[in-house]
T-cell receptor, first 111, second 108 residues
């Protein structure tokens, strides 16, 4: 049982480049979400999904895109990377009102 | 508005001293409350949830609806408790609200 798997663990991008952060879960959770973690700001919700084909914006969605074509996968796309997107990104999944399960995080640096 | 407040960004205590990490929430209904712990450069892990009323790694947390608080306590801190702690609230349908976190440093 792998839980929530995120790839890559580390990534360095140049300003303007695009990339996709991958997230997969094998617990059949309907809810999946992406957070970014910045010093002093805690966790901020970027996008979330409550099922395949359903996505919605969180607190800080600008510059990010998501899709949910299957229950298992919830990729996060950076359309045109900016230095302000330098952060640690966490994917999480869960069931309604139950604890979230987090991935190991992706450390992204944009130069 | 629904909110989770962790007033301390950093809490330093000596080994063996009691620890209390504060968490206050604002929510009109019956909340589901959690504490998560994040050790250095690792994932967030669930530490406690209020409905289970159990003690994990010596930590306990009691929901006080009158004071809208869910403080995390441990009678004797250990060095391995040094980590980032997040209080979180689950409200309604798939809505999770996290506090900004408290970094606990346990000094030798």
């Amino acid at each position: 049982n792998a839980g929530v798997t995120q790839t890559p663990k580390f990534q360095v991008l140049k300003t303007g480049q695009s990339m996709t952060l991958q997230c997969a879960q094998d617990m059949n959770h309907e809810y999946m979400s992406w957070y970014r973690q910045d010093p002093g700001m805690g966790l901020r919700l970027i996008h979330y999904s409550v099922g395949a084909g359903i996505t919605d914006q969180g607190e800080v969605p600008n510059g990010y895109n998501v899709s949910r074509s299957t229950t298992e996968d919830f990729p996060l796309r950076l359309l045109s990377a900016a230095p302000s997107q330098t952060s640690v990104y966490f994917c999480a999944s869960g069931r309604n009102n139950s604890p979230l399960h987090f991935g190991n995080g992706t450390r992204l640096t944009v130069t | 508005a629904q909110r989770v407040t962790q007033p301390e960004k950093l809490l330093s205590v000596f080994k063996g001293a009691p620890v209390e990490l504060k968490c206050n929430y604002s929510y009109s209904g019956s909340p589901e409350l959690f504490w998560y712990v994040q050790y250095s450069r690792q994932r967030l892990q669930l530490l406690l949830r209020h409905i289970s009323r159990e003690s994990i790694k010596g930590f306990t947390a009691d929901l006080n609806k009158g004071e809208t608080s869910f403080h995390l306590k441990k009678p004797f801190a250990q060095e391995e408790d040094s980590a980032m702690y997040y209080c979180a609230l689950a409200s309604g349908t798939y809505k999770y609200i996290f506090g900004t976190g408290t970094r606990l440093k346990v000094l030798a």
